[in-house]
């Protein structure tokens, strides 16, 4: 997973924003440790400032609320497992990062990780995280709650999702078709249409979740997709990680590799379909939606489609560790949980934000919904998502395109699953994947 725009080494400290400026005193200090290219700046696509970012809103908003001056230090990083290690080694203490699901999981199971206002046994946040508790989707809350970790409480007691997305295939349709290229097995096809045309990550999970649904393709299309414990049967299946398990993956990224596979890449996929280096990129929903609109801008045409099979679901969550101010904290994660911030992070970010509201869903709409005088239309019910009447109507040949990017439905959801951390099996898995690459 992974998400975002990634850079290919850690970024040193920087100031988005700062009020307070060098040698001005301040009286808290709150230390963020985020993706990189991953809120709002308040810089246009030049990089000239334009607009007061969301780290100065909040030093703003704090001051006026607490009439103290705050200064946040924000730093990024470009994978979850260079910011485990910086605050493993004890290099950096951040009161609030943002790791992957699975990295939450390895970190709350290690002990690594405060704990928010959330309480169990009623599924809510306190008074602390009100906008979130308010304002966060119920689709999002429930699959956060259904992960337990090892001391029983759920992903929702160590976090506060931020953002979230699917993984898929970025594609030229005037080269596959949807039923082409929406399936795994496109990365095992013999035809020759097929051959060095397709691109995978050079990241080991992301990768690895494709080879998982070849191997035990049987296996999964003998699953009931009406059982109520269908997503728990695909999860058990998606996470596997035992020794047989990563020979038949091995043997099938090592098949794909010398077939149809023409790069693995970490960030440049989402420049090089739209330059037709390949025709299928594997690509998260938010890197898909940036090459759509890339395209579109030198008046080319990308798709982007989840594989028929099922997917990985996503989330990035705001954690505080071990000895974060947690106050300060929650007051951040409070204050971008407000429908209008978390609109503008959304809009500059490009995945989906857990958040609903009125200020989303008027968002929502003014990127996608059909003109009034738009016919050819077909309707999408979000009501799962957003938790009132949300039915928004998309143009048809916007099909396939961004707006199911950014919001597939519950249906496509269902056959979504979370990653878990390998665990034990970290290091063979890891030796896996590099000689896969070698």
């Not at 950096?92 to 405060?114: F, H, R, T, V, W």
């Not at 506060?160 to 095992?188: H, N, Q, S």
């Not at 989840?306 to 007051?331: H, I, R, T, Y």
Request: proline share 3%; with cysteine.
């Amino acid at each position: 997973m992974n998400p975002k725009k990634m850079l290919l080494l850690a970024i040193p400290m920087m100031a988005i924003g700062s009020l307070t400026g060098c040698g001005q005193s301040y009286d808290v200090k709150l230390v963020i440790y985020n993706w990189a290219d991953y809120i709002y700046t308040g810089e246009d696509e030049e990089g000239n400032l334009t607009d007061k970012s969301t780290i100065t809103r909040f030093q703003e908003y704090y001051q006026e609320k607490y009439d103290k001056v705050l200064k946040v230090q924000y730093r990024t990083f470009s994978t979850p497992e260079i910011m485990y290690g910086q605050i493993k080694a004890g290099r950096i203490k951040p009161d609030l990062i943002c790791p992957s699901d699975y990295m939450i999981q390895k970190m709350a199971n290690e002990g690594m990780l405060e704990k928010f206002s959330y309480n169990e046994s009623t599924a809510t946040y306190g008074d602390s995280l009100k906008n979130f508790q308010d304002y966060g989707s119920p689709f999002i809350k429930e699959r956060f709650s259904e992960v337990k970790l090892n001391d029983s409480n759920s992903f929702l007691t160590y976090s506060v999702p931020y953002f979230w997305g699917t993984m898929g295939f970025t594609y030229d349709p005037d080269y596959f078709t949807e039923d082409e290229i929406g399936t795994w097995e496109a990365l095992w096809s013999k035809e020759s249409k097929f051959q060095k045309q397709l691109s995978l990550k050079d990241s080991m999970r992301d990768s690895y979740v494709t080879a998982i649904f070849h191997v035990y393709k049987d296996e999964i299309a003998q699953l009931d997709e009406e059982s109520e414990t269908y997503n728990q049967q695909l999860t058990e299946i998606f996470n596997r990680c035992d020794d047989n398990t990563l020979s038949l993956v091995e043997a099938a990224l090592k098949e794909a590799s010398r077939t149809t596979v023409n790069a693995f890449e970490v960030d440049e996929g989402k420049n090089e379909i739209v330059k037709g280096t390949y025709h299928a990129n594997l690509a998260w929903s938010g890197d898909a939606i940036y090459a759509m609109d890339s395209a579109e801008e030198g008046d080319k045409r990308l798709n982007y489609a989840l594989p028929k099979e099922g997917s990985n679901v996503w989330f990035d969550g705001w954690c505080m560790p071990k000895g974060a101010q947690v106050d300060v904290a929650e007051e951040f994660v409070n204050f971008i949980s407000n429908p209008e911030i978390a609109a503008l992070n959304m809009n500059a970010v490009g995945y989906t934000s857990p958040i609903v509201g009125t200020e989303m869903w008027d968002l929502v709409n003014d990127w996608y919904a059909a003109d009034e005088e738009e016919t050819d239309t077909y309707s999408v019910d979000l009501s799962f998502y957003f938790g009132e009447d949300a039915i928004i109507d998309i143009p048809t040949s916007e099909k396939g395109r961004q707006f199911d990017a950014q919001y597939p439905t519950e249906e496509v959801l269902k056959k979504c699953c979370m990653m878990n951390d390998f665990g034990s099996q970290q290091e063979k898995v890891q030796d896996m994947w590099l000689r896969v690459k070698a």
